[in-house]
């Protein structure tokens, strides 16, 4: 069976600037795949070129076997990829119910995920509905992301550094509800920092260094051999 993701040789850069040089990976369906790596590595610019905000510039990005590298990002979310990005990009203006309601009426896909749907997962978010989103903390901002996400009905999640900045307790809790998306069979590509966060929810883990891959593995050997982690992140 062919996996729902496979990145082949990809090779990307901003401008004269190469950043990605032949990554390859897959992600299974119902997989929690993470990418690990220290700041700069090409975590993003991985997410990215799935996505087509930076479209690669040789290699081939196949979903569902068809390969979408250079797709308008548009194009990539209406055939079933959500990206939920670092800096979140929620509309500042808008109030809470607006902000999924704007993703309502662009969802194009049909699925279990509504408005109701995604209150349900973040209560929080129901209290504050009225609230503006310039007005959110960090964490409530980046449940929002998630949650406007979810409205399109993705059959892959991309969750670019979704726990950086944030309170332990509101990590602890975005831990549990990604871990819940997982449980629920949504495939999800995880980028990130947080080690501890990043191999609890992981089946498979691909630690990149200088846009490229260094180590492609289950989670499960990074978990029980320290030593390796340390060596391959350089902590």
Known sequence: MSAL???EDVHAAYGLSRVLFGI?????QGECVCLLGR???G???TMRSVMGLTPPSAGHVRFKSRDIAGWAPYRVA???IGFVPEDRRIFAELSVWENLEVARRAA???GRWTIDAVIELFPVLGALRDRQGGFLSGGEQQMLTIARTLMGNPELLL???PSEGLAPLVVEMLLTRIGELKAQGLTILLAEQGIEFSLALADRVYVLEKGAVRFAGPATQLRSDRALLDQLLAL
């Open 5 to 7: 993701l496979a990145l």
């Open 24 to 28: 390859s990976l897959e992600v299974n």
């Open 39 to 41: 700041n700069g590595v």
């Open 43 to 45: 975590k993003t610019t």
């Open 78 to 80: 209406r055939a079933g």
């Open 108 to 110: 194009g896909r049909p």
């Open 159 to 161: 969750l670019d550094e």
